[in-house]
């Protein structure tokens, strides 16, 4: 069965089974599991269900595998003949989970 979620401010078209790798989810430990509750849609076929905006009673259960932190992004701003030149890295918290179950 597929089903799309909304979490962490992003949509993901998943299967059970499925690796993800999403925003950090707060005050969580790898090997803790996650009720995803923002399915916007779920289904296959005949029984495809559509929210508005989303499914009542549906949820996604997930399993953090890992907290980690992904690559390092350079913010670099200059403006030229000024002398203004300013350097700003940044590593983004992530979570990565895999889902478990889809129960509409």
Known sequence: MKATI?????????????????????NTEAGATVEIKDVLTAGEGADFKIGKPTLPGASVSAKILE??????????????????????????????????SIKL
């Open 6 to 26: 909304k979490t962490q401010g992003q949509q993901f078209t998943i299967t059970e089974g499925d690796i993800l790798i999403v925003n950090r989810f707060p």
């Open 67 to 100: 907290n980690k932190r992904g690559d390092k992004v350079i913010v670099f701003k200059k403006k030229k003949r000024k002398g203004y030149e300013r350097k700003q890295g940044h590593r983004q918290e992530l979570s990565v989970i895999k889902i478990e």
